[in-house]
Protein backbone atom coordinates (compact mmCIF):
# COMPACT_ATOMS: atom_id res chain seq x y z
CA UNK A 1 0.00 0.00 0.00
CA UNK A 2 1.16 3.64 -0.63
CA UNK A 3 1.09 6.80 1.04
CA UNK A 4 -0.61 7.82 -0.84
CA UNK A 5 -3.48 5.30 -0.73
CA UNK A 6 -3.19 5.17 2.83
CA UNK A 7 -4.16 8.71 2.74
CA UNK A 8 -7.06 8.40 0.29
CA UNK A 9 -7.77 6.07 2.98
CA UNK A 10 -8.08 7.65 6.06
CA UNK A 11 -9.28 10.78 4.63
CA UNK A 12 -12.46 9.08 3.46
CA UNK A 13 -11.95 9.66 -0.55
CA UNK A 14 -11.29 5.45 -0.25
CA UNK A 15 -13.99 3.68 1.58
CA UNK A 16 -13.70 0.23 0.61
CA UNK A 17 -11.67 -2.49 -0.22
CA UNK A 18 -12.67 -3.50 -3.50
CA UNK A 19 -11.57 0.15 -4.29
CA UNK A 20 -7.69 -0.89 -3.93
CA UNK A 21 -8.15 -4.44 -5.27
CA UNK A 22 -9.22 -6.69 -2.43
CA UNK A 23 -13.18 -7.50 -1.29
CA UNK A 24 -16.49 -5.51 -1.29
CA UNK A 25 -16.24 -4.46 2.19
CA UNK A 26 -16.34 -1.27 3.65
CA UNK A 27 -13.07 0.13 5.60
CA UNK A 28 -13.61 0.51 9.48
CA UNK A 29 -10.63 2.66 10.20
CA UNK A 30 -8.03 2.65 13.39
CA UNK A 31 -6.51 5.65 14.49
CA UNK A 32 -4.82 6.58 18.35
CA UNK A 33 -6.25 8.91 20.02
CA UNK A 34 -5.88 13.13 19.03
CA UNK A 35 -3.64 13.60 22.07
CA UNK A 36 -1.49 10.85 21.17
CA UNK A 37 1.95 11.83 19.49
CA UNK A 38 1.56 8.81 16.79
CA UNK A 39 -2.05 10.08 15.91
CA UNK A 40 -0.05 13.55 15.14
CA UNK A 41 2.80 11.78 12.88
CA UNK A 42 0.44 9.83 11.17
CA UNK A 43 -1.81 13.42 10.59
CA UNK A 44 1.39 15.50 9.18
CA UNK A 45 3.29 12.41 8.13
CA UNK A 46 0.70 10.30 6.22
CA UNK A 47 -2.35 12.10 5.70
CA UNK A 48 -0.97 15.52 4.75
CA UNK A 49 1.94 13.43 3.16
CA UNK A 50 4.51 15.43 4.74
CA UNK A 51 3.29 18.87 3.31
CA UNK A 52 3.13 21.77 6.33
CA UNK A 53 0.47 23.82 3.95
CA UNK A 54 -2.00 20.73 3.52
CA UNK A 55 -5.72 21.08 5.40
CA UNK A 56 -6.40 17.37 4.81
CA UNK A 57 -7.76 15.82 7.64
CA UNK A 58 -9.27 12.53 8.99
CA UNK A 59 -11.88 10.89 7.90
CA UNK A 60 -15.18 11.26 10.12
CA UNK A 61 -16.07 8.05 10.67
CA UNK A 62 -12.57 7.14 12.70
CA UNK A 63 -12.24 4.96 15.74
CA UNK A 64 -9.66 6.15 18.44
CA UNK A 65 -8.49 3.46 20.28
CA UNK A 66 -5.63 3.95 23.15
CA UNK A 67 -3.83 1.35 22.20
CA UNK A 68 -4.75 -0.29 18.95
CA UNK A 69 -2.65 -3.32 19.56
CA UNK A 70 -4.40 -4.06 22.35
CA UNK A 71 -7.44 -3.46 20.43
CA UNK A 72 -7.37 -5.96 17.54
CA UNK A 73 -9.08 -8.38 19.02
CA UNK A 74 -11.83 -6.53 18.89
CA UNK A 75 -11.77 -5.83 15.81
CA UNK A 76 -10.76 -9.35 14.46
CA UNK A 77 -13.91 -10.07 12.50
CA UNK A 78 -13.90 -6.77 10.85
CA UNK A 79 -12.18 -5.31 7.86
CA UNK A 80 -10.30 -2.56 9.62
CA UNK A 81 -6.95 -0.50 9.32
CA UNK A 82 -5.16 0.79 11.61
CA UNK A 83 -1.63 2.15 12.68
CA UNK A 84 0.17 2.12 15.85
CA UNK A 85 3.77 3.01 17.45
CA UNK A 86 6.30 0.63 16.97
CA UNK A 87 6.68 0.40 20.74
CA UNK A 88 3.35 -1.47 20.69
CA UNK A 89 3.80 -3.78 18.32
CA UNK A 90 2.92 -7.76 19.24
CA UNK A 91 4.28 -9.77 16.42
CA UNK A 92 2.15 -12.37 18.06
CA UNK A 93 -1.03 -10.76 16.33
CA UNK A 94 0.23 -10.52 13.03
CA UNK A 95 -1.76 -12.13 10.52
Same mark, same amino acid.
Given at each position: ??? +?? %?? &? $????? $????? =? @????????? %? @??? =?? !???????? /???????? +?? +? &?? *? $????? %?? #??? @?? &???? *? !?? *????? $??? +??????? /???? #?
Amino acid at each position: MTI +DQ %LA &S $IYTGE $ITNWK =E @LGGDDAPIV %L @LSR =ET !NSGTHVYF /LEEVVRKG +DA +D &SK *A $IFAPK %LC #SCP @LL &SGSQ *A !NY *AATEC $IGY +DGLGYVD /LRMR #S
